[in-house]
């Protein structure tokens, strides 16, 4: 049922831009998505005092967590396993679909039932277990639509945000057997409930992500508000989980901050429905609970960006999502165009150390640098710096020391290189410069009325007739 | 080399400039936190609770379980699922409710799950404290209280008392000592399950309990001070 998206943004991402611009009913569900979550998130956080030191402090805990990240996977890994739960290490998404497919194969699953989770879509997992014959069967409601329709998540937290309650009826009316069209918003949610707590109770594997991973009790943290995740975690035999490295702080009282900063920034409540702690599975004694649970820790590029100290910063994020809820290129093409799992301004960030600057780039470029992701990024990550040095790698002399990332380079042209060798040249030195703005100023007529990416909707730059200093010098007279 | 000790190679190998210090995280809980008595810690909890659609109601430590029976029979519910060796589910059973079935949980779920999904109406389970700024229940299931009681049924009545009631997370994590040890599963609920994932549009009863039921348990002697 799922389909595997190909990553190909550097040709695709402008096309698909346009796509979406050009199509009225999208632009307006992201509006109205986008206006709505700011508003919520602005409604939970009346007292900025109380918003800033809140940021401050998760910025810390963050900082400090990646500061000590090795120190802190050796405890957790060792805490975990303690409290027996089994912890695998993958350092690319084939290894981890690996793990997951031996462990599957070991206990003869045949169904996954999933919560949410982006790594699992980072790595493609259900395209991995089905060309093992394995169901994977997504059970987070806005999951499960998109995967209804063939499709993939277009935001972090709310995958379905770009469809309408009408698209949603039609999907299932045509694809779920016996159900019949309705706008109804509750009786939607009760078909889907209906579905799915069938596949709770005859998964034999149920797969999650984690929120956080706490080093000192070996617990894994899941936050959410349908209570599919601890479906997915309690009722099948098997528990896997799956999280990148960076999800990792040292002790619990870390995680109530961590905690409220997100619920806050993602969706504007003050809480969740469910706040998840498993630190084992079932005891000798208890009823219900896994048998096994599994942590699997990946990589996948992150260690690029934990090797640079600016670019680490990325790291920081803990997936609330409302980064791209206040950016203003997000808002107006969608989740979609940015044909990544992670899209707006984190995966503009995170996807280049996952999939290669040379994929990536054009999405570094597509910011207005507005700042408004790093105003409401409740871990201040610097977002605006690293696009700005990731536009710098793309355009960096691939074996000059300023590239330090995989496909850094990538947008370097002998053309671009020349013209902006040339622009250089004419604005450090004086002489060079007058001469250049004089026969720029004197010759505009001959100005081009195509300008290429310029021109597509904008009117053509022509030069103005005289020069700044020619004004000032006139004004002197 | 392991895929394990090829990540943390990487990850050693990383400059750190500059180490930075243990955030204080109690100093800004103790900074922000209100000073408040049990009474406006359950207003401030039933208040949140009640914002997420949750039924809260005050009970004492006699007349809880009449104003349990009368709901569950304003609902319609056939059967209730109970814990096992527990003293509310002893008070329970022995009061013998007529056209209430009490059921206990007494085997592993894996041979009666198919029960437990389509024939279980409602449960009860006691919460072992909240949390009045998040308004959130903290359950820590057990074997006599397992973890599905919370989720499965669609309707759940939580038991707390309400001296048990802390004041924000951070003081319900370090006053009850949790790094010291956690359950299999330790939870944090606020309201019936949920879901906004159709345009935006909330809706309970996504895959958890479509209704929970807060019995908001009173001392006869009035004088218990809230928890820290």
Known sequence: ?477 | MSARDSILARLHAAPIAEVPALPDVKAWFDAHRRNEDTDQRITRLRAALEAVKTEVHDVSATDWLEVLLRIAAAKGLRNLLIGTDTPHGDVLEARHPENLTLIRYTDAIDSWRDVLFDDIDASLTLARSAIAEIGSLILWPTPSEPRLMSLVPSVHFVLLDVATIHADFHSAITTEGWKDGLPTNALLICGPSKTADIQQTLAYGAHGPRELVVLLRHAENADQGAAA
Not at chain 1, 310 to 322: D, F, N, P, W
């Open chain 1, 1 to 477: 049922m799922s389909q595997v998206i190909k990553i190909h943004p550097m040709e695709d991402f402008k096309e698909r831009s346009r796509g979406v611009l050009n199509d009225p009913g999208q632009r307006k569900n992201f509006r109205g998505a986008m206006d709505f979550l700011m508003a919520k998130r602005r409604a939970q956080f009346p007292d900025q005092d109380e918003l800033q030191g809140l940021r401050d402090l998760g910025s810390a805990i963050r900082r400090y967590s990646l500061a000590h990240l090795p120190r802190l996977l050796e405890q957790l890994e060792a805490k975990l396993t303690a409290n027996g739960i089994q912890v695998h290490w993958a350092q690319t998404p084939d290894e981890a679909n690996a793990i997951a497919l031996g462990i599957a194969q070991r206990v003869k699953a045949k169904r996954i039932i999933k919560g949410k989770s982006m790594v699992s879509e980072e790595v493609g997992f259900n395209h991995a277990m089905e060309a093992a014959g394995i169901e994977a069967f997504e059970s987070d409601m806005g999951e499960y639509i998109v995967q209804l329709a063939g499709e993939t998540p277009s935001h972090i937290i709310m995958p379905a945000i770009h469809k309408t309650k009408q698209e949603i009826a039609k999907l299932f009316a045509d694809e779920i057997p016996g159900v019949a069209y309705t706008e109804d918003v509750d009786a939607l949610i009760r078909i889907g409930r209906k579905v799915l707590r069938r596949k709770f109770a005859d998964a034999d594997i149920g797969l999650s992500g984690v929120n956080f991973c706490v080093a000192e009790t070996g617990t894994l943290c899941l936050v959410e508000n349908e209570g599919n995740g601890r479906m997915c975690t309690t009722v099948p035999r098997v528990h896997i989980a799956i999280t990148g490295i960076e999800k990792v702080v040292e002790k619990l009282e870390h995680v109530p901050p961590l905690y409220s900063l997100l619920s806050r920034s993602a969706t504007g409540q003050a809480v969740t429905t469910y706040f998840n702690l498993i630190s084992g599975p079932r005891k000798p004694g208890e009823k219900d609970g896994p048998e096994e649970v599994h942590l699997i820790l990946l990589d996948n590029g992150r260690t690029q960006a934990y090797a640079d100290e600016e670019l680490r910063e990325t790291l920081k994020c803990i997936r609330c999502g409302a980064c791209m809820n206040h950016c203003p290129v997000y808002a107006r093409i969608g989740g979609h165009a940015y044909g990544t799992t992670y899209p707006g301004p984190i995966g503009a960030i995170i996807s280049p150390h996952m999939l290669g600057l040379d994929a990536t780039y054009p999405l570094a470029f597509a910011s207005t640098l507005c700042g408004a992701c790093v105003e409401v990024c409740p871990v201040k990550i610097p977002i605006t710096d690293i696009l700005v040095r990731l536009r710098n790698e793309a355009q960096a002399r691939p074996d000059s020391i300023d590239a330090t990332l995989r496909g850094s380079g990538a947008a370097r042209t002998t053309a671009g290189t020349a013209v902006w060798g040339v622009w250089a040249q004419v604005y450090s030195k004086l002489g060079l410069y007058k001469l250049a703005s004089w026969f720029m100023s004197r010759g505009r007529a001959l100005s081009p009325t195509e300008q290429g990416a310029w021109t597509r909707s904008r009117t053509p730059l022509i030069p103005a007739p005289k020069r700044l200093r020619d004004l000032l010098k006139d004004r002197k007279r």
